[in-house]
């Protein structure tokens, strides 16, 4: 009968294989996530260059890339199963912030008032979103390849601080432009009287959207400039909601 030091290495050895089993996995699973979200968001570029370059103009644009947009933009949802798993170290807050504005801005704002879709506004929003995914999951890519040119890291780290704030801008210019047709048509909206007794207008609520960037959007742009410091410069950081 093996002894209980040697039943501790024995367990030990299958509690470490066990975890690099699930690190092999969460790896495997990780580099197929990233080249297919690189992949997916590079069909967005090409297909918006392609666009302009046929048509010569904006209008129409959205419409023509909207459910490969849709689809990409919502399957980010797993990354804040990533964080919460564990299987990437970042921030779950931070991260479910992010993908859900996005997710709200293309279902619930974009997508369902037609009348804005051709908003210079939407045409920023899109083109930054795609510049920044594209450099943001290629970046994992080669991290996870253990191939990362540097050129990819340096513009991780700072086209953030330019591209950030025009994409929130495109995305508050849009919602603004949207006002009017939500007013006017009610949509999403509960007048009383009604079965449920309950009123709800989507109006107000974009307004509540609009201020509720004044609060969260610094927190994630700061999030950017302490990975930033962290990554380039070698700081130490330690994330509060680790
Ligand atoms: C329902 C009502 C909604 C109401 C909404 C209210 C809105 C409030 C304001 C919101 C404003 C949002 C505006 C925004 O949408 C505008 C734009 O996005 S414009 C374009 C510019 N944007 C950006 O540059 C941000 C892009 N997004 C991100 O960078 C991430 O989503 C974010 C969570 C913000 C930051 O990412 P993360 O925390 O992961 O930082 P790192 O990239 O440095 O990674 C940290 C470590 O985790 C590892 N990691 C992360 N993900 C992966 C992955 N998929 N695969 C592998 N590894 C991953 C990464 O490698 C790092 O690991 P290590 O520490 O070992 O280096």
Redesign the pocket.
């Known amino acids: 009968m093996a002894s209980s030091e040697e039943d501790g290495t024995v367990e030990e050895k299958e509690n470490n294989n066990k975890r690099r089993t699930k690190s092999a996995l969460a790896t495997a699973w990780?580099t197929f996530?990233?080249i297919a979200m690189t992949a997916g968001w590079l069909v967005l570029a090409i297909a918006m260059m392609r666009f302009y370059i046929q048509k010569g103009t904006t209008k129409g644009l959205y419409r023509s890339i909207a459910r490969t947009l849709k689809f990409f933009q919502t399957v980010a949802l797993v990354?804040v199963g990533?964080c919460a798993i564990g299987i990437?170290?970042?921030?779950v807050i931070?991260?479910g912030?992010?993908v859900?504005?996005?997710i709200?801005m293309i279902w619930f704002v974009t997508n369902s008032i037609r009348q804005i879709q051709s908003e210079e506004s939407v045409i920023l929003?899109l083109v930054?979103?795609t510049m920044?995914e594209i450099t943001?999951y290629s970046y994992?890519t080669f991290?996870?390849l253990h191939h990362l040119p540097y050129f990819i890291k340096w513009a991780r780290y700072n086209l953030?601080i330019v591209?950030?704030p025009l994409?929130?801008i495109g995305?508050l210019m849009t919602i603004y432009a949207a006002l009017p047709f939500v007013r006017r048509s009610g949509m999403y909206s509960m007048r009383l009287p009604n079965k449920y007794n309950v009123s709800f207008d989507y109006y107000y609520c974009l307004i509540i959207?609009m201020l509720?960037?004044i609060p969260?959007?610094p927190q994630?742009f700061f999030?950017?400039l302490r990975?930033r410091r962290r990554?380039l410069h070698g700081e130490v950081i330690v994330e509060k909601d680790d």
């Open positions: 990780l996530y990233n990354e990533h990437v170290r970042t921030s931070v991260t912030v992010q859900c504005s996005r709200f929003f930054v979103w920044t943001r994992y991290n996870l953030f591209l950030y994409g929130v995305e959207v509720s960037y969260l959007f994630l999030h950017m990975q990554v």
